[in-house]
């Protein structure tokens, strides 16, 4: 009875989004849910030892609430931390999360096989609330766990930043270890990590998130940086030019474009793990040696960790293959 009382009074207040009865009543629990948990920060940070404890890089990083709004570099309103779903339907993000909900027709026959095998998981969403594959792909991802009648006190959305020294980053680090490089990263868990959707699905999200559930071999379109990943391919120390080579050989049929390790490259640079950027860096040299903007990566690094003389001949590489870059010529003149 009370809980009926209660639903009467919040459908007067339902979003937009909510057009029918069962998306009514995804708000309103979700909502209720979200309001207890915050006051339950006390339990988080017990569950965050017993995590670290039990499943040091494989579970998901289950931290109070942060709820919290700034303004990135551009001067946006964005989200940042773990945030609870209800956020996603303040003011400056209400209209495009209503419009990328409602139009997305979930594939109910897929939802329906998705139901039982998703009981039990835990799902963590990465995203920003700056980026447009954000905006389109989780909108769509709650919907489906809505239709799957997934338990949303096991969906957890931490939103990053995308200024360049806390690149896909979020204040309490709940990235760390996990190699966030495209966004949003869906990470499906049952104890350890069992898949993950990167930044769009190879089908669809239906598709995608049953081949993690049920075949377990799923790989995201970035297929090389998911393969470096997995086989702890990006090592802290510095790899020999030797290794490297090797590596490259090995991966090259893996490389979609030069873009993807340079965003990894990117990531790790912002995260101050400068041995690991450079190896990304220097293998994507490897893959693609005609591509001046990788020089330039290489030389950034080695400036920030105090190398003038590499960072010189990076960046002279450059000028090289590019003559009158205008960046590398400032950079340049800068070390001299």
């Known amino acids: 009875m009370l809980i009926h009382r209660l639903k009467t009074v919040w459908y007067l207040h339902v979003p937009a989004c909510a057009t029918n009865k069962q998306a009514q009543d995804f708000y309103f629990f979700t909502s209720i849910k979200n309001k207890l948990m915050r006051y339950n920060i006390l339990l988080c940070a017990a569950a965050i030892v017993m995590a670290a404890a039990c499943h040091r890089a494989t579970v998901t990083a289950v931290t109070p609430y942060a709820n919290t709004e700034i303004r990135n570099a551009k001067g946006d309103t964005i989200l940042a931390g773990h945030c609870a779903t209800d956020m996603l339907l303040q003011p400056h993000y209400r209209q495009w999360f209503q419009q990328s909900y409602n139009s997305y027709a979930v594939d109910s ?122 086989k702890g391919l990006y090592n802290s120390k510095p790899l020999p030019d030797k290794q490297l080579s090797d590596l490259a050989t090995e991966v090259k049929p893996l490389a979609a474009n030069a873009g993807e390790l340079s965003v990894v490259g990117f990531v790790l640079n912002a995260q101050q793990q400068y041995a690991a950027a450079l190896n990304v860096y220097r293998l994507n040299i490897l893959l693609y040696p005609a591509e001046p903007a990788l020089y330039g990566r290489v030389a950034g690094v080695y400036a920030a960790m105090g190398n003038r003389e590499k960072a010189k001949w990076y960046y002279n590489k450059v000028l090289e293959l590019k003559p009158g870059d205008i960046d590398a010529a400032k950079q340049l003149a800068s070390l001299q």
Request: charged share 25%; with cysteine; hydrophobic share 40%.
């Open 109 to 230: 026959a897929t939802a329906l096989q998705l139901q039982p095998l998703l009981a039990g998981k835990t799902i963590e969403v990465f995203l920003g609330t700056w980026c447009g594959d954000s905006r389109r792909e989780v909108p769509r991802l709650i919907k489906l766990l809505q239709v799957a009648a997934f338990d949303t006190s096991h969906l957890h959305l931490v939103f990053v930043d995308n200024a360049p020294g806390t690149y896909k980053q979020s204040p309490a680090h709940e990235e760390k270890g996990k190699l966030i490089h495209h966004v949003p990263t869906i990470i499906v868990y049952d104890k350890k990590e069992l898949g993950r959707v990167v930044e769009t699905p190879v089908v669809s999200l239906e598709k995608d998130l049953l081949r993690i559930v049920k075949e377990g071999d799923y790989v995201s379109k970035y297929r090389l940086a998911e393969h470096m990943r997995r």
